[in-house]
């Protein structure tokens, strides 16, 4: 049977020769994404802004969550989230924080309880206030930090020096862009999109670690081969991996982003964004070719030059 092959085996797409232009459009796009950080904000979700958690159970059958937040945004209190979680008739309400302090928090829930009627049972109610929102967003920085120095030493020790170097700007330029996007679109950063940026790093470094582990090979397997040569022919041999790798992520995340409900739209807009746009972006156009600017396999050139003069002389 003829197997499926979207990318031929004999491509020879020369990626490097995009480097003079991958690398200054990605400055300037990360420019703009750390400018629209500062002055235009994230659009922080009630994790990390504080608000009211009420957990409820319907008593008939399945909650109908369309009739549930219909009832709910009608009270005026703000944003609103409703996510289904465990058995069909489990529904998890999130009310931002409503101003006035404790009274107002008090008063949101008597108004959602009134709404709601006797048709639930309430199983939970707590109050996040803006110093655990606070502690909330702190943990998270830090756990993406945490990833970041992982990944280096990992592959610091797996790899070279030059590797890690180069996958660590390569995150970092990810989640600056993915930042950015969510800043420019106003999608809410909650913990789910923390949960989303950390599964970016995850993917982004799997397909980039591919990459340099080919890298590593045909180094080893090809002496005089001049850099940016070695360098387009890993990526060239990877890419039919990575184009079904990236498709199928694509196809799966695009189900979630329209039929996934507004309960994870942050964090399937994020994924889609991060993984699809940048993380296959990055790979190929900056994780590889920065390896010519930290200096693996310097001195490559000279040597097929040398090569190349000893067998025009004889």
Do not use: C
């Not at 197997?3 to 420019?31: H, Y």
């Not at 964090?267 to 600017?293: D, E, H, K, Q």
């Amino acid at each position: 049977m003829r197997l499926l092959r979207i990318v031929p085996d004999n491509t020879k797409f020369d990626f490097m020769r995009f480097r003079r232009v991958s690398f200054p459009l990605s400055a300037l796009l990360s420019i703009i994404a750390i400018s629209l950080y500062f002055f235009h904000g994230l659009n922080f979700g009630i994790d990390f802004k504080g608000g009211t958690l009420v957990e409820v159970q319907t008593k008939a059958g399945p909650a109908d969550l369309a009739r549930m937040r219909a009832s709910l945004n009608a009270l005026g209190l703000g944003e609103v989230q409703l996510q289904e979680f465990g058995a069909p008739n489990d529904v998890l309400i999130r009310v931002a924080e409503q101003p006035g302090g404790d009274a107002a928090q008090q008063a949101a829930v008597a108004k959602i309880r009134n709404a709601l009627g006797e048709n639930v049972e309430y199983r939970r109610v707590e109050v996040v206030g803006p110093r655990v929102s606070g502690e909330l967003l702190s943990y998270g920085i830090i756990g993406l930090m945490v990833a970041i120095i992982g990944i280096l030493v990992y592959l610091w020790f797996r790899f070279e020096w030059q590797f890690a170097l180069g996958a660590m700007i390569a995150n970092v330029h990810d989640l600056v862009l993915t930042i950015g996007f969510m800043s420019l679109t106003r999608v809410d950063f909650d913990l789910t999109s923390i949960a989303a940026l950390l599964t970016i790093l995850g993917y982004s470094l799997n397909d980039t670690v591919v990459i340099y582990d080919r890298i590593r090979e045909m180094l080893r397997r090809y002496k005089r081969m001049p850099m940016p040569d070695l360098l387009n022919a890993s990526v060239n041999q990877t890419l039919s991996r990575s184009v079904v790798t990236h498709l199928t992520v694509s196809l799966a995340l695009l189900a979630l982003l329209l039929f996934g409900g507004q309960a994870i739209h942050s964090f399937t807009a994020t994924m889609m964004f991060g993984v699809v746009l940048v993380g296959t972006y990055t790979s190929v156009f900056i994780a590889s070719p920065i390896l010519i600017y930290l200096g693996v396999g310097t001195g490559r050139d000279a040597l097929s030059a040398t090569a190349k003069d000893e067998k025009d002389r004889g």
